[in-house]
């Protein structure tokens, strides 16, 4: 038996895990306790990956649809035939004729994101769709208007810290994002024990509002308004610090902000003015504090507006571009510049044939993705490429989603299984997950309180016909007699490179600032990680900040379009008959896509509502439910639970699997697509995220019928 450190590419954390192998098999998966920041730290998720390796649900083989079955392929003929129909389809039709959507596992594979740009570039589509716009796009969208960069993101300081105020996020099961952190919960009572101030702004109390800090509970959607009145207050009682020399759009911060007193936002977000004001003076007097919103933000109304106020607050209490605070590091490789020559900072001099949308990192809003495919017209979606997704269940709408799919001439995904994606695709390829892959965390570079680069090589060969996704995007465009990158130089050199060197000859030069001139072998040497030095002092600012005017830009127009919107909803009656839907991630299953594991002991799918709620609805645990928004209705049993807040309804995501799936178990294990309740199309999105709307939902909850299991 042989035991190889490698680390876990399920989530930003990025655990290292030791792997027991014999014979090329993995026996076990183990935390390493040696990793140079998870030290040790590693959910079940990680463990039991090796559940998710060898699973009989895996897709091991090329399949094509015949006759309305997937049936077994060769990976030459299926190659060929997708490669062939691209063409044709390109010819007759135009690039843009097909579409690719990248889901969020391709984030933590460098070798598919440097493919799948090189893919798109091939074909030479602007119908080019992530996972982006149903999770952080706002942040992507506003750090380039405020920032310069889309890929720039100071991160919570968090082991420097002395107040941690979190917001919209749940580390203690999710380990959050745009921040690489394993050990959450330690970390977070760590600056507890020295004295310091946790702060969880939730409309649940989570199993980390449980764990540490202290809980603040809010009405869904309005973080936007608490954030611009803890502004308000720290102008009013003149508690602002730092240097403001960089910064252009203060007086217009000032004029925003005054419009949200801690008393015009207390209706509306539930929180009474004296704890707003309380909160706002501990934020601005602590010595080094942060504000950290994630996805329960982001995926709300007025997404934009809260990542600008969370930034601004940090600015004007001297937070921003500090030790303690947050901080930009700079890590191993300036990603940003990486960023800016790939063109994720593009102008964009081309806009979505369906709603007019600018992209965002070079993508559309996946939102408008079945729109793009049904409505005729020039630019018409005929074929796509979905890799390492599964829109169908993550995005709004999955039955205008599947309706669209039946309706392609080519339906291409590369995926571990047949997903709910995949189960109206014409062709199914196999990849391969992370124990077949090198990799090394290149998204988490700038987003590391401590600044670390690992390197892995692939644990075990891939099983039975799996292949690496980068290797499939290299074969199709060679299939379909298009260049990568859309050019006939670049072809010829990236696969020279990749013959020689492999897939990582492309990244590794890039990686030579950070760890010298031979970063591999250094890496190599190193396998629980190497540490880099880590910025102490703010120099973003000072030397990196990319906008235009080289200042930190606190109030461009488009980030703050919304604002009078967002002061209507202050008018909003707080008893309103609706319940407002929140989001909840649970510890075992992963977005879509690790429900279907015979061995998991998860809770049945369910809507959680608060006490109060279910005795003026006359609703009992376990009851079937109606619920329905303006676009869609649900049915799900009710579960019942002090730790919800009153108005809100908390129901997971990733649910209602296809029958013809490969998830069998999940099948078994029922629930329903809570994503039937957001609404698709271009109408409802934000114009300049792309961000659709999937917590804040306002709903109707009925009680449909009664049961017996109730206990
Ligand atoms: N176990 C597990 N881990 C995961 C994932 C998973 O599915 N399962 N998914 C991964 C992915 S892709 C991502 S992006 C990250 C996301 O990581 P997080 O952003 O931490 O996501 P969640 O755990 O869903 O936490 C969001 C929190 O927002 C709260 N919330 C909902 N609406 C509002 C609101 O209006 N205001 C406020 N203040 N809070 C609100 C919810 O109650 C919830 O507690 O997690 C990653 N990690
Ligand atoms: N209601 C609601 N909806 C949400 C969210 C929410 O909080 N609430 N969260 C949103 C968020 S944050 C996100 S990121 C999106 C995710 O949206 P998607 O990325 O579209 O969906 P996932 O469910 O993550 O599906 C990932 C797919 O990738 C496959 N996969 C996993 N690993 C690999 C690999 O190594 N290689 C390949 N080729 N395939 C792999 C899985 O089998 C699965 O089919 O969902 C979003 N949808
Ligand atoms: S927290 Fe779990 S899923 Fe995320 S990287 Fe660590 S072990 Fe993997
Ligand atoms: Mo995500």
């Known amino acids: 038996m042989e035991t190889r450190p490698t680390y876990c590419r399920i989530c930003e954390a990025a655990c290292g895990l030791l792997a027991d192998t014999e014979n090329g098999e993995v026996l076990a998966l183990r935390p390493d306790p040696d990793h140079v920041v998870s030290q040790g730290f590693v959910c079940a998720k990680g463990t039991r990956f090796t559940e998710l390796h060898r699973s009989a649900s895996r897709v091991d083989h090329p399949l094509e649809r015949h006759e309305g079955r997937l049936r077994r392929t060769t990976w030459d003929t299926a190659l060929g035939d997708v490669g062939a129909k691209l063409r044709a389809i390109r010819d007759r039709h135009g690039p843009n004729s097909i579409g690719l959507y990248i889901g969020n596992p391709t984030a933590f594979a460098y070798s598919m994101q440097v493919a799948s740009l090189a893919f798109i570039q091939a074909i030479g589509t602007k119908n080019y769709f992530t996972a982006g716009s149903l999770d952080c796009n706002n942040k992507f969208a506003v750090s380039r208007q405020m920032l310069g960069s889309a890929a720039t993101h100071p991160v919570p300081d968090i082991d420097h810290t002395n107040f941690a105020l979190l917001l919209g996020t749940n580390p203690s099961v999710s380990q959050s994002s745009f921040v690489n952190a394993p050990r959450w919960i330690e970390r977070l009572r760590a600056i507890e024990a020295r004295g310091g101030t946790v702060v969880i702004v939730d409309p649940r109390r989570t199993e980390t509002a449980r764990s540490v800090g202290e809980h603040m509970a809010i009405v869904p959607d309005t973080d936007a308004a608490l954030l611009l009145s803890l502004i308000h207050v720290v102008f009013e009682e003149r508690l602002e610090s730092g240097d403001f020399s960089r910064v252009n759009g203060l007086d217009e911060l000032r004029a925003a902000a005054r419009r949200f007193s801690p008393e015009n936002v207390t209706g509306t977000t539930g929180i009474s003015a004296l704890r707003i004001r309380d909160l706002a003076r501990r934020f601005a007097r602590a010595d080094g504090a942060f504000c950290h919103v994630s996805t329960g933000i982001n995926q709300g109304t007025f997404g934009n507006i809260a990542y600008a106020a969370k930034i601004a607050l940090e600015l004007v209490t001297g937070n921003f571009d500090r030790a303690g605070g947050a901080l930009y590091q700079k890590g191993i490789t300036d990603i940003a510049t990486m960023a800016r020559l790939v063109g994720f900072d593009r102008e964009p001099d081309w806009r979505s044939r369906i709603g007019n949308f600018a992209p965002v990192t070079g993508a559309m809003p996946t939102a408008i993705l079945p729109d793009e495919i049904l409505t005729p017209g020039e630019g018409q979606i005929r074929a796509l490429i979905v890799v390492a997704g599964n829109p169908v269940l993550s995005a709004p709408d999955g039955a205008r989603f599947a309706k669209a799919l039946q309706q392609l001439e080519l339906c291409v995904s590369i995926d571990m299984f047949v997903n709910d994606t995949a ?54 465009a060679r299939a379909a007699g298009l260049p990568l990158f859309g050019s006939r130089a670049a072809d010829a050199a990236v696969r020279a490179t990749v013959r020689l060197g492999g897939f990582k000859a ?22 629980h990680g190497v540490i880099v030095d880590r910025e102490v002092r703010g120099s973003f600012l000072k030397k990196r900040i990319g906008t235009k005017s080289k200042r930190l830009e606190l109030y461009p127009e488009p980030v703050w379009s919304r604002l009078d919107e967002l002061e209507s909803t202050l008018d909003a009656s707080a008893d309103s008959p ?16 690790m429900h279907s594991n015979p061995t998991l002991k998860t809770a049945a799918h369910a809507a959680h509502l608060s006490p109060a709620d279910a005795t003026r609805l006359g609703i009992a645990r376990g009851d079937q439910l109606r619920i329905s928004s303006k676009s869609g209705a649900i049915e799900l049993p009710a579960e019942i639970s002090e730790n919800v807040t009153e108005g809100a309804v908390a129901i997971p995501h990733g649910y209602g699997h296809h029958k013809n799936s490969s998830w069998t178990s999940a099948i078994a294990r029922g629930g329903v697509n809570v994503n039937q309740l957001a609404a698709s199309g271009p109408d409802d999105l934000d114009p300049l995220s792309g961000m659709c709307q999937l917590i804040g939902i306002r709903v109707r909850i009925e009680r449909i019928a009664a049961t017996a299991a109730a206990e």
């Open 423 to 476: 189960a109206y695709a014409t062709h199914v390829l196999p990849a391969t997950d992370f124990l077949e892959r090198e990799d090394l965390p290149i998204v988490q570079f700038q987003l590391q309180p401590v600044p670390y680069a690992q390197w892995t090589d692939a644990v075990v060969e891939p099983r039975a016909e799996r292949r690496n996704e980068a290797r499939i995007f290299f074969d199709l």
């Open 506 to 527: 492309m990244v590794l030069p890039s990686l030579i600032p950070g760890l010298g001139p031979r970063p591999l072998q250094r890496l190599r040497k190193n396998p």
């Open 578 to 593: 609706t319940l407002r839907l929140i989001s909840r991630r649970e510890r075992l299953g992963h977005n879509s896509w």
